[in-house]
């Protein structure tokens, strides 16, 4: 018969069957279960924090390496000038704003909706590599 010592109080337990099963201690069990309980109060916090930096998180329309064309109703980058086609975004839009307009809400102040409608065309074209590509990518994380 094998012999456990239970290392909370000192105790001796005889086991039948000689050879002891690897069974955690009562202390060993309590330890894990604290380490358990810090990790979710301490993710929690953090996955708070992720969501509204997704939301503050900003998209030029079009992007920096783009700056000077327009966008066409289908999200593509055209010339200045071409019929149809509206200027770039007057300031990068927010991961707020973009989400509002993804699930078809209003268009932020100042943007008329036929050109947030292009913007938003614009945004789901854009790729790994493309500024605003993380934030956009972020948006559509499940939460």
Known sequence: MGIVRDEMDGSNEQR????????PTRRT??????VAASTVVTVRPALAQTAGSVLNCEIPVPGPDK?????????????????GAFPPAPRPLTG???KVMLNHGPAP?????EAAQAYVNYIRRLQAG????????SLQMPR
Do not use: H, K
């Open 16 to 23: 039948q069957g000689g050879e002891s099963p690897a069974v």
């Open 67 to 83: 700056v000077g064309n327009y966008i066409a109703a289908d999200g593509s980058l055209v010339a200045p000038g071409t019929p």
């Open 29 to 34: 069990v309590l330890a894990l279960g604290a």
């Open 96 to 98: 707020e704003e973009v």
């Open 130 to 137: 493309m500024s605003g590509f993380t934030c956009f990518a």
């Open 109 to 113: 102040r100042g943007i008329d909706a």
